[in-house]
Structures are given as structure tokens and as C-alpha cells.
């Protein structure tokens, strides 16, 4: 298996357009977990779903995000319109038991 | 609620030296525990877990860790460092459950000096 695949692995946007990140999970994992990464706040979880659920979406950060998962191999991460302070690694990860496995994460850079 | 702290978020060790990375948690159910490497600019990937089997678990690359209830800890150790050791490693606590979300503490980073 590939593991789980993110794109674009870097986006450089302007502030105010939209930015859709994309996750493909391991086949066969019913959980999908979307994570911000920033030196000043750390790891944050944004949002997980279950068998393409969202079952937690409070970390999601304000209306301008939003997540969807329309099939078990598909996920995608929407902010619109974007900010500079959204400039963060975002990563995804998928788990099946007790262990969840990350993406190489989608830099985003908003100006 | 489930929370992770890591003490330290720079520890640097010479390289031969003992690697002590701190992690105490917090659960209101009994938790599951991983540890995560992340090297730059790559993603997180998995050292160890613990899922309530064996206390002192083994992880890669040499790293090891043990849960201790009493004191709510779950620290990481490797007896002789590595150059290729040095990175950032996160503590994360599941509320259980075999889909659990994962909550990560901020981070500890390595450094290795020869």
C-alpha cells in the first residue's frame, strides 16, 4: 500500500482564495483524521471521521473550514476563503486498530 | 477529557547518551499511549503504543517505553543515541476505542551532538 496520500504538498494562495487539500486514506481504514500543524499551537486535531462520518468536527477552527468525505477513499479539506494565520502542514491520517498513519502533510502557505 | 503534557521541548543528549523524553497524561478512561516521530518535513510516524498488553513496550529503532499508572507517565527511552535519532517526538494519548482520536502533546525536539 502507498499509505496515505496527500495533495498538493505545497500551496502557496493568496488571502482571500479558496484551498482544498485532498486525502486518499489506506484502503480498508474506516477512520480518517484531518490535523493543523503550527509552531505556535502544535498538533491540532481538526476533524475525524468514522466510516465517512465526521464524528468530531470541534477543533475545526471557524466556518471557513470545512471537511467532507464523500467515500471511504476520499477526503478533502476546504477553507474559503483563506487567511494568512491558516498559513500551517496540514496532515491526514487514516487508522484501522489503534494505530493511525500519516500523510506527508500539505504545506500551505496563504499571502 | 484526554490530555498529553510533554516536559521539555528541546532536550539535546551527546551521542552514546542515554534518551529520556518526558510524557505524563491524562484520561478518564484507561488510555491507550503512542509515541510518534516526526523527522523535517516529513509526516508523523509511529515508534510504539501501548493498548493495556504489556507495560514496557518496544518500539523502533531502538526506543522503548513504560506505563506507569501510578505516576500517569509513559516516557521514552533508547539507552545510546544516534545521530539519526535527532527529530521531534510527540506523546499522544486515545480515549480508547479502536478508532479513537488521537490527542498530541506539543513536542519534544532532539538533538544529537557527536
Known amino acids: 500500500d502507498a499509505g496515505v496520500i496527500q495533495s498538493p504538498r505545497h500551496e502557496v494562495t493568496e488571502m482571500g482564495q479558496e484551498v482544498t487539500l485532498r486525502c486518499k486514506p489506506i484502503?480498508?481504514?474506516?477512520?480518517l483524521f484531518w490535523y493543523r500543524q503550527t509552531m505556535m499551537r502544535g498538533l491540532e486535531l481538526l476533524i475525524y471521521f468514522n466510516n465517512n462520518v465526521p464524528i468530531d468536527d470541534s477543533g475545526m477552527p471557524e466556518d471557513r473550514f470545512s471537511a467532507k468525505m464523500p467515500n471511504a477513499s476520499f477526503s478533502t479539506l476546504k477553507i474559503q476563503p483563506s487567511e494568512p494565520r491558516d498559513s500551517a502542514v496540514y496532515f491526514c491520517?487514516?487508522?484501522?486498530?489503534?494505530?493511525?498513519?500519516f500523510g506527508q502533510g500539505t504545506r500551505l502557505t496563504v499571502v | 477529557a484526554q490530555s498529553v503534557t510533554q516536559l521539555g521541548s528541546h532536550v539535546s543528549v551527546s551521542e552514546g547518551a542515554l534518551v529520556l523524553l518526558r510524557c505524563n497524561y491524562s484520561s478518564s478512561v484507561p488510555p491507550y499511549l503512542f509515541w510518534y516521530v516526526q523527522y523535517p518535513n516529513q509526516g508523523l510516524q509511529l515508534l510504539l503504543k501501548y493498548t493495556s498488553a504489556a507495560t514496557l513496550v518496544k518500539g523502533i529503532n531502538g526506543f522503548e517505553a513504560e506505563f506507569k499508572k501510578s505516576e500517569t507517565s509513559f516516557h521514552l527511552t533508547k539507552p545510546s543515541a544516534h545521530m539519526s535519532d535527532a527529530a521531534e517526538y510527540f506523546c499522544a494519548v486515545s480515549g480508547g476505542g479502536s478508532q479513537g482520536n488521537l490527542i498530541f502533546g506539543k513536542g519534544t525536539k532532539l538533538s544529537v551532538k557527536p
Open positions: 491520517a487514516s487508522s484501522s486498530t489503534h494505530q493511525a498513519f
Open positions: 484502503s480498508g481504514h474506516n477512520s
